[in-house]
């Protein structure tokens, strides 16, 4: 039998009646990697004698009964998580040989519950990207049409998740890199509040935008996986003192009475019409549920993208600075170089193009004589948008809208146009300058059979309401969206 398509409830299921072993699962996930993954490259290191050896781990402690909903789940962990012994390489050819010495929050958390890592999946180099081609190991491929991109750069969880190739993934998210790809590839990805899920252990981008989630087969794993990886760490500072609750109490089906805001803004020039219908006919599946539906108003959002592009690089320019050919890492140098031209030839060599981009715009941004101009400005129009949703929330439970503009785009379109590209986040770059969460759920397909994301944010901390409303939509929604057929 073929267990690879099975989500986390109905594996759980399975083991709890006896009528599977998580090594057959395992074994069954795994063979589905050696089929498929040569055409997507949703993995950048397949750990298979590890997933074996913990699958019997994890047989011993079912038989036992001591078992958890993530016991013997196989996951792909996107490779800018740190895992002891594994290789973390973030996508980036000067981490191309990093092994870590200890395993992030998330990963200690999904061990000590008898969760199998089954691989770690390819990303944008550093997560700097839209679209997963910016990887040191080539770019990953959608499996609705591989032709196209999957959306970035958590897209080869993304693609683990849609083609079957683990049971769920962790991404992460800091710019929409968890709701984008999930929309493009037809499955739910889950960005939670900023410090709800420890950043211990997650290779930074930009600190105060990143943050961990799930990508899942559906709303329900989403909200099994969050509750098994959120919580308090003293060991990140940013991380929120507050009690975990079961997100899965949650998922009662209805949405009776709930309060949906539907932002003007969204719905303008930009957006593709068969995105935008998609969008309000599931807003209407929520209001046929007896939802609410209000129009509301975001008016800064139109600059949340330039604040985004000079925040994002100005961290990531501070954070990779520790890339140097010095303390870890690939190095490249002669022994005539100096201090100076070793740091230069390793950055050269090391890095990609789009971080380099990006390394660069952020030093500019805070460079003397422009940190006022741009950086602090920056912030300034941060706290705007964050206004706007405070005073959005004052009237709505969640709001509703697009996690892209349009659906996924052919593989080498906007390569040469990186401000094209930088606009498919205009969704989904507010939650992280906010600190909100939001989830991307699927919404149907285009005309061409690419999948379409419904978003879905809410205040702080209110993970409940987007599960709620995502899972009676997920329930009642009109058009399906297919596996895709490899």
């Not at 943050?211 to 899942?216: F, K, T, Y």
């Not at 329900?220 to 507050?242: E, F, K, M």
């Not at 969704?427 to 690419?450: D, E, F, M, Q, R």
């Amino acid at each position: 039998m073929d267990y690879f398509p099975l989500t986390m409830s109905e594996t759980t299921d399975l083991y709890r009646s006896g009528k599977a072993s998580a090594e057959d699962v395992v074994k069954s996930v795994l063979a589905r990697i050696e089929e498929v993954d040569e055409k997507l490259n949703a993995y950048i290191r397949v750990t298979e004698d590890l997933a074996l050896k913990r699958a019997i781990e994890a047989d011993k402690r079912i038989k036992s009964g001591d078992i958890t909903p993530l016991t013997g789940i196989p996951i792909a962990v996107k490779d800018l998580i740190c895992t002891r012994g594994i290789p973390t390489t973030c996508g980036s050819k000067i981490l191309e040989n990093y092994i870590p010495p200890y395993n992030a929050t998330v990963i200690e958390k999904l061990d000590s519950q008898g969760a199998i890592i089954i691989g770690k999946t390819n990303m944008d180099e550093f997560a700097m990207g839209s679209s997963t081609e910016a990887s040191f190991f080539g770019a990953t491929r959608n499996p609705h049409n591989l032709d196209y991109v999957p959306g970035g750069s958590s897209g080869g969880s993304a693609v683990a998740v849609a083609a079957d190739l683990c049971i769920t993934a962790l991404g992460s998210d800091t710019g929409g890199s968890i709701r984008q790809p999930a929309s493009y590839t037809g499955i739910v990805g889950l960005k939670p509040t900023y410090g709800r899920v420890s950043r211990y252990g997650l290779v930074a981008y930009a600190s105060s935008l990143d943050q961990i989630g799930p990508l899942a087969k559906d709303v329900t794993d989403a909200a099994v996986l969050l509750t098994a990886i959120a919580g308090h760490d003293p060991r990140d500072s940013t991380s929120l003192n507050i009690d975990v609750p079961d997100y899965t109490e949650f998922l009662t089906g209805e949405v009776k009475g709930l309060k949906v805001g539907v932002p003007k803004e969204y719905f303008g020039e930009g957006l593709d019409p068969e995105v935008g219908k998609r969008i309000m006919e599931g807003v209407e599946t929520l209001e046929k549920g007896g939802a609410e539906v209000i129009e509301v108003s975001l008016p800064h959002a139109e600059y949340a993208l330039a604040s985004y592009y000079i925040i994002a690089p100005s961290e990531a320019s501070s954070n990779l600075a520790r890339y140097d050919g010095v303390r870890y890492g690939y190095r490249e140098s002669s022994p005539d170089d100096g201090m100076i031209e070793m740091f230069r030839k390793t950055r050269s060599a090391g890095f990609g193009w789009e971080v380099k981009r990006r390394i660069m715009l952020g030093t500019y941004a805070l460079s003397s004589g422009y940190y006022d101009a741009y950086y602090k400005k920056a912030l300034q129009v941060r706290r705007l948008i964050r206004n706007d949703y405070d005073e959005a929330f004052k009237k709505v439970d969640v709001i509703a809208g697009p996690a892209a503009p349009a659906p996924a785009y052919k593989i080498g379109d906007k390569i040469e146009d990186p401000l094209s590209m930088y606009l498919v986040d205009i969704y989904t770059v507010t939650a992280n300058l906010t600190g909100i969460p939001g989830i991307s759920v699927p919404a149907g397909l285009s005309k061409a059979g690419l999948p379409i994301g419904l978003q879905l944010l809410a205040k702080p901390l209110n993970e409940g309401a987007i599960l709620r409303a995502a899972y009676y939509f997920e329930r009642n929604r009109t058009v399906k969206t297919p596996k895709p057929k490899l």
